[in-house]
């Protein structure tokens, strides 16, 4: 061969491989950008912080708003603080998601998410955060760009020799990226190739379009530390109870070594592996001069306070932020709910909130006590049962008590340690004379007549005393209701260090609710049942029960628009209506007496069934059904005479809706759960448009009252025949359809219950000590009990029953069962208003009557009543003095049973 020809092939020979390099590199090439192209496709934009906009957190703040008169009926709100503007100093024109609320202007009574997240900016995470969880996950964060090699080398090295996973080599970009892959993948967390490419994708274009502390940014809010917390400011609160602003060495060093596995360094699910991890750390930080070796030192040695998870969404009423819940669902759908964090504020009270459980449940149990003790929970059979019976009871006790547990510096969760860490000196200063605690029968002494108890690692003593009302006839031993090994619920009555002492309890079978609201319709409490954990249904608001006696303020009120007046006279005397299912109806009162002529005021404050009969029939069962319907009733009314005695089925919240009509004048209002509601940005999306109060200006000239057709009053007797008279104006107005009644009308009908208050069924409210006015209500057989009643600024109602619609018990009225538990919560309702009367309208005037005859009497006369009329409706003829019949104001309450 030539030298020529091996030098052409030596020539072709490199051409050839040079092409094949160039190809096989645009091969490379094209295959690479495919693949980027592949593994990039719906990759999180993440070019500014900006669009960062992780789940988050709708949140529910009470703010008490509270009206000072009776006439303040439009509503306040409290401004709530809003959240800053730049998450990111370095990021000008970035928004976060509202930050928490501070001040004393609100209070968080419910959350709803599917991860527990409070954004915060960078500028607001405590430098020690940034330096412990660098020191922990990443250490050359600050000087790589994305990706660390030696790291991912080392971690391999030492998860081959451990045989399992030691050691993470991800950078915190990349634990970033890993975080907002896994959602939008929705939660695929396998270590798959492909995921990794992306995950590697992602990191370099974070790092490329962000600075190293708005990535730092994105880590500490967006990284899962456990207990369903996501974000420092989230964890912090969740674990040690406060802002991560407060947080301390320690602290951030327990915190930084959960991001591996939250589950496995968990303080309180593994408290020994947490703290070792707390320790490693604490020394990273130190070699990273972070700390010195003192504050490292002081750090490993502190105890930390860490708390239990606390159910806030039932912290003050599970049935109240359900509700909100509920609405929030319906009107904006689950995703706005659990991940674009709105921000919803009530006007309702945290305090009464927890007033409202604390009476509805003292109140049902005093219920339940009346039908008598159904056993203890469970009998324990051995002192192993007992001892960790005992031991669960004593850790319950700290964590209700304290909140937290203290995690020792040898890694336990420490009941003592917390103990002398909150300044108690006893076990019994764990115990409040306001709680219901667990216990165990120890020991009964039929001689003493005690019974011995532990609850917790308390001991306490059992009286018979308290345990009388157990069985018919009374016990005259314990024995005869305890034994030893029995679980049991108990109250203490008496807290020292050297003894305590307690009373029998049971958890009620009884159900009952509560439902308050002021005059401007600000729901200020709700409780729709004894225990929201056993049973989340609402009987505030989805239960459906007959009122009974508190349905007759609504007949009364029809009767005194239609013509009657507090002095008009029925004829309370036997009589027997036909009926054509049931035959022949003779219906009676309460008391199983008749009282002959009986004013329209003695009827409603006796709450007398015979004269609200003939009432009903006098204005007719039709225009009664439309009047309750104008009143705000939607229930399906029976068509026949027992609407009288309220057979129709009413929840309470609507039914107390219907009652403040009266303190507003005649202007019906409805219930307001919430004030405002907004997105994450602060854009408002809904909120509480209130109608405007009544302006009393525009009835100062009130409609004449005019002859109603020549209608007389129903059933008169002779010699006491007040003018049959009605309005001339049409109710609902035309040009404010809010306005359904008269304000005359409405005073009269409040004035009368106020009256029933002071004189008839509803007299233990007058304990309130201020002006006050309501009715009782029982239906047949004591299956249901109510009392509603108001004052000048707030409206409350109280239904005590079972589920299942049988009888409470006997006796069981609505005075007795419901009343107790509206005086103990409208005690605290009330205080933050101004002690005043009802406000009186225009063409209202005060007559002195005899409470029999309804006929005028002196004002000196020691048996006058100051009633409330319609101008022009008053009485004109003169009771006889010293008539044979009357009966002083005191002889009143001899038959207040209803």
Partial sequence: MTDEKKTHGVSWAIRSLFILMLAGTLLVALLGGVLYWHFSQNLPEIITVADYRPLTVTRIYATGSAATTANDLLPKTVPIPQPSASPVALAPGAVAPAAIPSGGNATLIGEFYKERRYVIPYDKIPEVVVQAFISAEDDTFFTHQGVNVASIIRASIANAKAGHVVQGGSTITQQVAKSLLIAPEKGIAEKTLGRKIRELILSSRIEHNLTKQQILYLYLNQIYLGHGAYGVQAATNAYFAKDVSKITIAEAAMLAGMPQAPGKYSPLLSPKRAKERQLYVLRRMYENKYITQTQMTEAAGQGLHVYEEEDLNGKYSGYLTEHIRRHLVEKFGDKAVYEDGLIVTTPASADLMIA????????LRVVDKRTGYRGALKHLKDDQEIEKELKAQRTSQVNKKLGYQVLTPDGKLDPIASLKS????????????????PAVVTGVDDAKKIASVMMGANRAELPLSTMKWAKRPEPSVPSKVLQKGDLILVKPTR??????????????QVQGAIFSMDTRGNVLAMEGGYDFQKSEFNRAIQALRQPGSAFKPIIFTAAIEKGMTPASIIVDAPIVYEDKETGKWK?????????????LRSALIKSRNVPTIKIVRAIQIPHLIDFAHRMGMTTQFPNDLSISLGSGTISLAELTKVYAIYPRLGRKVEPAFY?????????VLEEYKPKSAIDLSRFSSPQPMVATNGQ????????????AVSTATTYPLVDDPDQVLDPRVAFIGSHLMKEVVSYGTGHEAKALGRPAAGKTGTTNDYIDAWFMGFTPQVITGVWVGYDNSKSIGPSETGARAALPIWLGFMKEAVKQYSEEEFTVPPGVVFANIDPLSGKLLPSNSSISIKEAFIEGTQPTETSATGTKNAKSQSEFFKEDIE
């Fill in 422 to 437: 909150a300044g108690l000196a006893n076990e019994s200063d764990l115990l409040s004379e306001d709680e219901v605690y």
């Fill in 712 to 723: 007389p009053a129903p059933e008169p007797s002779p010699g006491a025949s007040p003018l």
């Fill in 587 to 599: 219906p009676g009162n309460y008391e199983e007496k008749f009282y002959g002529d009986t004013t």
């Fill in 356 to 363: 409202a459980r604390k009476n509805l449940r003292e109140g």
């Fill in 495 to 508: 807290i020292a260090a050297d003894t305590v002492q307690v009373a029998l309890e049971q958890e009620p």
């Fill in 675 to 683: 004030s405002q509601i907004k997105s994450r940005d602060g854009k």
